[in-house]
Structures are given as structure tokens and as C-alpha cells.
């Protein structure tokens, strides 16, 4: 995949990964969006075109992933889910 095809492809999916930004807290919205880039180079290459699915269904658990990964390693105190939506 070259440069300008990588290029095209974050800025197709811009708005998704920003939707996705607002669903975490305590981290900026320019360091999720970089690690919801790498998910979603991460999808793009390992997405096999079928024809059954589209590719944003496909990237979202990718680009969710690497939000949620940086989301936990940033966090000093390790809590479960239950807690952190009580917060």
C-alpha cells in the first residue's frame, strides 16, 4: 500500500474514527485518533473483499481495539469496566 493510498484511506474514514474518539475520556482526541489509524491500517491489511461485508463493519473492531489498548495502558490504576462507567 503506498503513501497516497494510506492517505486516502484515513481520510475516507476520518469521521468514523472520530465517532469512535468519544467514547473514551482522559486521553486526547489527536493520540486516539493516531492509534485508530494504525487499527485502521491494521484492517486494511488483513481485509479480504469478499463481497458479504463492508469495510468500515470490518475496521471498527480494529480501529475500537488499538483505542481500547491505548485507553488501558495509559491509566495508572487498573479498574474493571463496571467502575469505569460509574465514573
Known amino acids: 500500500m503506498t503513501e497516497e493510498e494510506k492517505i486516502a484511506l484515513i481520510k475516507k474514514y476520518e469521521k468514523?474514527?472520530?465517532?469512535?474518539?468519544?467514547?473514551?475520556?482522559?486521553?486526547?482526541?489527536?493520540?486516539?485518533?493516531q492509534s485508530g489509524v494504525i487499527g485502521l491500517i491494521k484492517a486494511q491489511n488483513n481485509f479480504?473483499?469478499?463481497?458479504?461485508?463492508?469495510?468500515?463493519?470490518?475496521?471498527?473492531?480494529?480501529?475500537?481495539?488499538e483505542m481500547y489498548e491505548l485507553a488501558n495502558s495509559v491509566r495508572p490504576i487498573k479498574l474493571n469496566k463496571d467502575i469505569l462507567r460509574l465514573f
Open 16 to 33: 468514523l474514527i472520530y465517532k469512535l474518539t468519544s467514547k473514551f475520556y482522559g486521553i486526547s482526541k489527536e493520540e486516539l485518533f
Open 48 to 65: 479480504i473483499d469478499d463481497g458479504k461485508s463492508k469495510f468500515s463493519t470490518y475496521a471498527y473492531p480494529y480501529i475500537f481495539g
